[in-house]
């Protein structure tokens, strides 16, 4: 149970905390990093509503 | 658990065992469901507020630059020593000119361009609303854009920061901050029985408005629960930047200017040369860049001592600063010493709580993520509001997998 249900959002949570971090390591590539990772959740929710909704 | 009831002869007690769970789990769920409807009922409408103001603040920068508040100037760093540049003493002199009767109390650097701000107030230890800020262009010591006081990105900051209730109020959300974060701690909780036989990611349109709406709150905060988590926290770190100041004040400053205890307090017509005290600090932590110098008297500094603050000299290290302190009448450096754990975590708590450190794109899923969170505040508010089941009814809808008719 907890790893279907956990699976995806303890891999979102991971991804959301390496981009809020790795932002503060540097700019340039870091910055752009960071983006992808905190768009993640983003981008979930996005596939969600698209592909989800029943 | 798909597939373990189907395993022939073992599905009868894998069931058992499952409605074991889910029957003993009954009365935990309904703790839980209990802690995270008050901790949320006690913080949504505070949070709502802090959410809708934070918005704006976001993106300040970019709103000061464009009604002309805080223009971005270009040229050579006013944190650096280039040529072109005034000394500090010139500058602040000029400023000072425009504030007849204060005492200069906070002098800031740049490291973009040459602007710099100079903070004056009535005395040296007036409260933060009794100072004014004056940008100025470092190589003129004219000043750049106009910091009205009262302008309504000010406004929605106080709000923000303590609903102008000081002190008090800025505890007061920093314990509403901290019931969000039980918030978030009990809704996971939650979700792990609610989502048992739902797929990740489930919205269910089909079956009512509430079902939708439940559904919503669970997805956005799961996906969310990080980003919230981090943001709630550092806010709660922020609110209680006084007292850890005043800590950082009463130890390691009382310590590190010991010599000078007892001795009556520095008046602003013996400051000495802050060009002086400026070059005495460079010497002490050289190829670093100066953020700010706290004058003698405030919240920053000793009675006797400008304090200048260095930042650290990597990307990383930057927030992490360091402080000079150098005897405010010699210009004579009497010690410089990192910050304690406390200070730093309140330094790195700033950015992570601003979301001003990776350019615009950051900024905007910022925003995103703020949108975010105010769709779980509602969703949660409308999922109260509409209720028409007991609290026994919701507890059998989050033990039976979200699986009970709408």
Same mark, same amino acid.
């Given at each position: 149970?907890?790893?279907?249900?956990?699976?995806?959002?303890?891999?979102?949570?991971?991804?959301?905390?390496?981009?809020?971090?790795?932002?503060?390591?540097?700019?340039?590539?870091?910055? $752009? $990093?960071?983006?992808?990772?905190?768009?993640?959740?983003?981008?979930?929710?996005?596939?969600?509503?698209?592909?989800?909704?029943? | 658990?798909?597939?373990?009831? @189907?395993?022939?002869?073992?599905?009868?007690?894998?069931?058992?065992?499952?409605?074991?769970?889910?029957?003993?789990?009954?009365?935990?769920?309904?703790?839980?469901?209990?802690?995270?409807?008050? @901790? @949320?009922?006690?913080?949504?409408?505070?949070?709502?507020?802090?959410?809708?103001?934070?918005?704006?603040?976001?993106?300040?920068?970019?709103?000061?630059?464009?009604?002309?508040?805080?223009?971005?100037?270009?040229?050579?760093?006013?944190?650096?020593?280039?040529?072109?540049?005034?000394?500090?003493?010139?500058?602040?002199?000029?400023?000072?000119?425009? %504030?007849?009767?204060?005492?200069?109390?906070?002098?800031?650097?740049?490291?973009?361009?040459?602007?710099?701000?100079?903070? $004056?107030?009535?005395?040296?230890?007036?409260?933060?609303?009794?100072?004014?800020?004056?940008?100025?262009?470092?190589?003129?010591?004219?000043?750049?854009?106009?910091?009205?006081?009262?302008?309504?990105?000010?406004?929605?900051?106080?709000?923000?920061?303590?609903?102008?209730?000081?002190?008090?109020?800025?505890?007061?959300?920093?314990?509403?901050?901290?019931?969000?974060?039980?918030?978030?701690?009990?809704?996971?909780?939650?979700?792990?029985?609610?989502?048992?036989?739902?797929?990740?990611?489930?919205?269910?349109?089909?079956? @009512?408005?509430?079902?939708?709406?439940?559904?919503?709150?669970?997805?956005?905060?799961?996906?969310?629960?990080?980003?919230?988590?981090?943001?709630?926290?550092?806010?709660?770190?922020?609110?209680?930047?006084?007292?850890?100041?005043?800590?950082?004040?009463?130890?390691?400053?009382?310590?590190?200017?010991?010599?000078?205890?007892?001795?009556? $307090?520095?008046?602003?017509?013996?400051?000495?040369?802050?060009?002086?005290?400026?070059?005495?600090? %460079?010497?002490?932590?050289?190829?670093?860049?100066?953020?700010?110098?706290?004058?003698?008297?405030?919240?920053?500094?000793?009675?006797?001592?400008?304090?200048?603050?260095?930042?650290?000299?990597?990307?990383?290290?930057?927030?992490?600063?360091?402080?000079?302190?150098?005897?405010?009448?010699?210009?004579?450096?009497?010690?410089?010493?990192?910050?304690?754990?406390?200070?730093?975590?309140?330094?790195?708590?700033?950015?992570?709580?601003?979301?001003?450190?990776?350019?615009?794109?950051?900024?905007?899923?910022?925003?995103?993520?703020?949108?975010?969170?105010?769709?779980?505040?509602?969703?949660?508010?409308?999922?109260?509001?509409?209720?028409?089941?007991?609290?026994?009814?919701?507890?059998?809808?989050?033990?039976?997998?979200?699986?009970?008719?709408?």
């Amino acid at each position: 149970m907890i790893r279907s249900t956990f699976a995806m959002p303890v891999l979102i949570g991971l991804v959301s905390l390496i981009g809020l971090v790795v932002a503060l390591a540097g700019d340039g590539w870091f910055d $752009a $990093a960071s983006w992808i990772a905190l768009g993640v959740p983003v981008a979930a929710t996005l596939w969600a509503y698209r592909v989800k909704r029943t | 658990m798909p597939g373990v009831a @189907s395993i022939g002869g073992g599905s009868y007690a894998a069931a058992n065992v499952s409605q074991q769970a889910a029957s003993m789990t009954r009365g935990t769920i309904k703790g839980w469901f209990l802690v995270h409807k008050w @901790s @949320s009922l006690i913080c949504t409408l505070f949070l709502l507020m802090l959410c809708l103001t934070g918005l704006p603040l976001i993106f300040h920068d970019e709103i000061d630059a464009a009604t002309g508040h805080a223009p971005a100037v270009s040229g050579p760093a006013s944190s650096g020593e280039a040529a072109g540049l005034l000394p500090l003493d010139t500058v602040l002199a000029r400023a000072m000119a425009r %504030r007849p009767g204060e005492v200069p109390v906070f002098m800031a650097f740049d490291n973009d361009g040459p602007q710099m701000t100079v903070t $004056a107030a009535p005395r040296p230890d007036s409260p933060a609303t009794a100072m004014t800020l004056q940008i100025l262009d470092r190589r003129t010591g004219e000043p750049v854009g106009a910091v009205e006081k009262g302008g309504v990105m000010a406004f929605l900051l106080q709000l923000h920061t303590d609903m102008f209730l000081g002190l008090g109020g800025m505890l007061f959300l920093g314990a509403m901050g901290l019931a969000f974060v039980l918030a978030l701690v009990s809704g996971v909780v939650l979700y792990a029985p609610f989502m048992r036989k739902l797929d990740f990611g489930t919205v269910r349109t089909v079956r @009512s408005r509430r079902v939708l709406w439940l559904d919503w709150h669970n997805l956005l905060g799961i996906v969310a629960l990080a980003w919230m988590a981090v943001v709630g926290l550092t806010g709660v770190v922020n609110t209680l930047a006084t007292p850890i100041t005043r800590l950082w004040q009463a130890s390691e400053l009382a310590d590190m200017t010991r010599a000078y205890a007892g001795r009556p $307090a520095l008046p602003p017509a013996r400051y000495g040369s802050i060009d002086r005290a400026m070059a005495a600090a %460079r010497a002490a932590l050289p190829g670093v860049r100066p953020q700010f110098i706290a004058f003698p008297g405030g919240a920053f500094s000793s009675a006797h001592h400008y304090a200048v603050f260095f930042q650290g000299d990597t990307p990383l290290t930057e927030r992490a600063l360091t402080p000079a302190l150098i005897d405010g009448e010699t210009g004579r450096l009497t010690e410089a010493r990192r910050m304690p754990w406390y200070m730093l975590a309140l330094m790195y708590a700033q950015p992570l709580h601003f979301g001003d450190y990776g350019g615009l794109p950051l900024k905007i899923l910022w925003a995103v993520l703020t949108g975010f969170t105010i769709v779980v505040l509602g969703s949660g508010l409308y999922l109260w509001l509409g209720r028409r089941r007991s609290t026994d009814g919701a507890v059998r809808e989050v033990a039976a997998g979200g699986e009970v008719a709408a």
